[in-house]
């Protein structure tokens, strides 16, 4: 009798400890995901930008569901994150007078250019200084590149072109071929071009180069813009930066008698800048506001190694109000761009928070400020981590969840970066999936989300995107949908939630990147950069 007893105990504490498993996966709600999506899209969060009531009532959102979600305050006994920054508010002269040999004509400002300054000043301005076209204004030792070789850009404009020298020539030995390198990108443009000292840049706009029409770029004529604050530190910054039509572009080079076969030499090694001949006149007033906005943050704890990480990302924040379309909406409610990112995070704290018995090692949820800003909510988080980078595994990201239905395929943004891509192809074999990659490398994505932040302090970085291949519809369906997005919808009022958004695609790529999460958090080895990568050297 004592024997069965114990048999039978033992059986009992058996079914107990097995009545507390859970994997997580049944956390997952189409509905509640769909909710989340609706609500921080709605007109009243006022298109989710810092320093707004959109941004108030979106943080106390966030912070009732990390609580709902059964997250534990990530910031000490908060689950916020103050970011210090600063509002720039620009005015722009309504035209921009250009003068040379010929005489003078004028540029308008929203037609053929958007301009706005970096500074906190009340005013600054182009006064006939001499503009400079400097190729893609790219100085790269390791592509031997360099395109201010033996210039003096200092209290001068240069005029570069947008992307990287390999996107314009079918070399695939310059640079990355058609795959942008961050020289591509507009920021480090800007960020070159001050390092030079010059006092203006302006980036020659071209739809396939920046992966967007111009009309996005004019969509941000005189608003408002956040930067971090960063007062009490030496960063340069030209005095005014901005884009130029295409258009325009061929005007000032007609203008300066020089032929536009110009912009096709740029892609050639050797190419040297050619000074135009002619001199700009505009000027920006701003006005400047310093608060803070706030990174939301929670965590589930490690039940093995408390003090390793694997960090979620996604950016709360979208436009604001803005320029009204032609329908007279004016809110830019962002419900993909990134509603859809956030409510997906949600999915994933929830799911890490059921878990019994919890992942090995903690798991943290940032919901960032700013992304559509310039990245800055996770640049602040990456120089001023609330938990140590050197022991953080990997991050993350999701910007933008399927709005559709299910795909066979799933999105690596960023080939060849690091092991997680193969993490991710094994968790995608497992669910019957594959795994392909972006369509457009040229249009630089892994450089535009906040994932960039963590992968430049030498964290492995994972950005994926959905899959374009809809089960019974093809890949042609998908991609048209991707498109349709880009061209009508990003960074437009239109980026609303609508009923033909099932998101039942969206609800296999969570459970895809719990799985990946999953597999980081109970593996003996982390993940690491591949050969190749730009970030390798940051973490061998």
């Not at 884009?243 to 325009?248: I, L, R």
């Not at 800055?376 to 999701?398: F, H, Q, R, V």
């Amino acid at each position: 009798m004592k024997k069965a007893g114990i048999s039978i105990g033992i059986l009992i504490c058996g079914l107990s400890v097995f009545g507390q498993q859970n994997d997580g996966m049944k956390a997952f709600h189409v509905n509640e995901l769909r909710q989340d999506i609706a609500i921080l899209s709605s007109d009243s969060f006022q298109g989710r930008k810092p320093f707004t009531v959109g941004e108030k009532r979106t943080i106390a959102y966030l912070e009732k569901r990390f609580k709902e979600a059964g997250l534990q305050a990530g910031n000490k006994n908060s689950y916020l994150q103050e970011v210090p920054m600063v509002q720039l508010t620009c005015q722009a002269d309504p035209d921009m007078e250009v003068n040379g040999p010929k005489g003078s004509f004028t540029l308008k400002s929203y037609d053929d250019y958007v301009i706005y300054s970096e500074k906190d000043l009340p005013k600054v301005s182009f006064n006939k200084d001499e503009l400079i076209f400097a190729g893609y204004g790219v100085v790269a030792p390791e592509y031997g590149w360099n395109d201010y070789a033996g210039l003096d850009v200092k209290g001068k404009i240069v005029l570069v072109k947008v992307n990287d020298p390999g996107f314009g020539t079918a070399d695939t030995g310059i640079f990355k071929g058609r795959t942008m390198t961050y020289y591509g990108r507009w920021t480090y443009k800007f960020e070159e071009a001050a390092r030079q000292g010059a006092k203006g840049c302006l980036i020659i706009h071209n739809t396939e180069a920046a992966s967007y029409p111009f009309s996005v770029v004019q969509n941000s004529l005189n608003t408002s813009r956040l930067h971090l604050d960063d007062r009490g530190r030496k960063i340069s910054k030209c005095d005014i930066v901005g884009w130029v039509s295409e258009t325009a572009a061929q005007k000032l080079l007609a203008f300066a008698g020089v032929d536009s076969s110009v912009l096709s030499q740029a892609d050639r090694r050797g190419f040297k800048a050619i000074p135009l001949g002619l001199t700009l006149t505009t000027a920006v007033k701003i006005s400047s506001r310093y608060d803070k906005s706030y990174n939301v943050i929670g965590k589930v704890n490690g039940s093995k190694h408390p003090n390793e990480y694997i960090v979620y990302t996604s950016h709360w924040d979208h436009l604001g109000i803005g320029k009204p379309d032609a329908k007279g909406d004016s809110i830019y409610n962002g419900a993909y761009d990134n509603a859809s990112g956030t409510a997906g995070l949600l999915q994933l704290a929830k799911a890490f928070s059921e878990m019994k018995p919890q992942p090995e090692r903690t798991i943290i949820f940032l919901a960032v400020t700013a992304e559509e800003q310039g990245l800055w909510g996770s640049a602040y988080y990456a120089e001023n981590p609330i938990y140590p980078l050197k022991n953080t595994l990997a991050n993350i990201n999701t910007d933008g969840l399927n709005r559709y239905e299910k795909t066979d395929d799933i999105v690596i943004v960023g080939r060849g970066q690091s092991t997680l891509e193969d993490y991710v192809a094994d968790a995608a074999r497992k669910m019957g999936r594959v795994v392909s990659f972006e369509l457009h490398p040229e249009a630089g994505s892994y450089f535009r989300s906040d994932h960039f932040n963590f992968a430049k302090k030498g964290v492995p970085a994972l950005y994926v995107s959905p899959g374009v291949n809809i089960i019974g519809k093809g890949s042609a369906y998908g991609t048209k949908l991707k498109d349709e997005y880009t061209a009508n919808m990003y960074h437009r009022p239109s980026d609303q939630l609508i009923p033909e958004w099932t998101f039942s695609g969206a609800m296999d790529d969570l459970k895809l990147l719990f799985m990946v999460g999953k597999r980081i958090a109970s593996s003996s080895r982390w993940p690491a950069w591949k050969p190749g990568s730009e970030f390798k050297s940051l973490r061998p």
